[in-house]
């Protein structure tokens, strides 16, 4: 497994301001995620963190609103932009382990935003 | 497409009740993956199985099992003596064969086990 943490925990900001959410792992891991779980949803893929290139991101969200960084295998940041309270989510970081066809996803404790 | 059913949005049992969350799933892909996870109040995503398609058999850990069918489409879970610690949101996930397919998550259970 992999022990992954995120900063900060939760946080409550104004309309129109930006946030930037920091995910750590103790290990390198090629493959990072960033997923968004709305109140009381299940999680949905907001892009896959990519090391030394752009994010791919799904269908519906956009690099402008969710810039992502990924600047090694170990660390990578999602920034929610020009937020407003539909972006009140609880924002998942996870990884998946380098472990041929295991796929196995292990997500950090979160970041509940509360947008007002 | 790929899609994850979980019918069941709320389950509540009395602690020592068995339970059993179903989870049904749509996929064309021949190799595939199966996953539960469980999300307690505190948010945090708890990995519990990995299951691949080309293993149809069950497993037993603890008071958790799992049984795959392939021909009805199901990967259930069953808790089985429940405890108030249990009590969480349950999803059930499916990843398809192909490396660059996602996860795929159900709606999940919400079990409440009360004492």
């Known amino acids: 497994s992999a022990v992954i943490s995120q900063k900060p925990s939760r946080d409550i900001c104004q309309r129109g301001t930006s946030l930037t959410i920091q995910c750590q792992v103790d290990s390198q891991v090629t493959m990072m995620f960033w997923y968004r779980q709305q109140p009381g949803q299940s999680l949905t893929l907001i892009a896959t963190?990519?090391?030394?290139?752009?994010?791919?991101?799904e269908s519906g969200f956009v690099i402008d609103k969710f810039p992502i960084s990924r600047p090694n295998l170990t660390f990578s940041t999602l920034t929610v932009s020009n937020m407003s309270p539909e972006d009140s989510s609880i924002y998942l970081c996870?990884?998946?382990?380098?472990?041929?066809?295991?796929?196995?996803?292990?997500f950090g404790p979160g970041t509940r935003l509360t947008v007002t | 497409a790929q899609k994850v059913t979980q019918a069941q949005t709320e389950i509540s049992v009395v602690e020592k009740e068995d339970v059993t969350l179903d989870c049904v799933y749509e996929t064309r892909d021949t190799t595939y993956y199966l996953f539960w996870y469980k999300q307690p109040p505190s948010g945090e995503l708890v990995f519990l199985i990995r299951r691949n398609s080309f293993d149809e058999q069950n497993e037993i850990s603890g008071r958790y099992s799992w049984n795959f069918q392939k021909s009805t489409s199901s990967f259930n879970f069953t808790i089985t003596a429940s405890q108030v610690v249990d009590s969480a949101v349950y999803f059930c996930a499916l990843k398809g064969g192909g490396a660059t397919n996602k996860l795929i998550f159900g709606t999940g259970t919400l079990l409440a086990v009360q004492p």
């Open positions: 996870s990884v998946e382990i380098d472990r041929p066809f295991s796929y196995e996803q292990y």
């Open positions: 963190a990519n090391q030394g290139s752009e994010a791919t991101y």
